[in-house]
């Protein structure tokens, strides 16, 4: 179930990519309703006067209405919203998929695996490689 604000979904940010013919019988889109209520849920995190509790409470119910498995995080506010849950000890840590946090993992992986390869002990504060 993708989450994203009214503008993503008229300008069609996700399915104008090449890939959106193969992702989109897995990808559900809310109705015109529900989409609206997310949109507004976005900019009271931009403005930071939400409680993560009661939205991702809103969201489960969402998630069991359209029937998804996950919730795709389409803007950069809900990935705020998946360290809260990750956080939140009843909600799984993979309530979301998360761009940021899948590209954050992938980069930690390549980095750490490069330390190894390149017998690499630490890299200091400044950035610099410690052998």
Not at 26 to 50: F, G, P, S, W
Not at 109 to 118: A, I, V, W
């Amino acid at each position: 179930m993708l989450l994203c604000t009214n503008g993503t979904r008229k300008l069609e940010i996700f399915q104008s990519n090449t890939l959106w013919q193969v992702a989109k019988e897995h990808i559900t889109l809310l109705d015109e309703d529900d989409q609206d209520t997310v949109h507004k849920m976005i900019y009271q995190i931009k403005i930071n006067a939400y409680s993560p509790h009661s939205i991702i409470s809103f969201l489960e119910k969402l998630k069991e209405k359209y029937q998804a498995d996950y919730l795709i995080a389409g803007c950069t506010e809900f990935h705020l919203l998946n360290r809260s849950s990750f956080l939140m000890s009843n909600l799984r840590n993979d309530f979301f998929l998360d761009p940021l946090t899948i590209v954050a993992e992938k980069l930690d992986m390549s980095f750490r695996n490069y330390l190894q390869t390149n017998s690499v002990s630490s890299v200091n504060c400044n950035g610099a490689v410690v052998s």
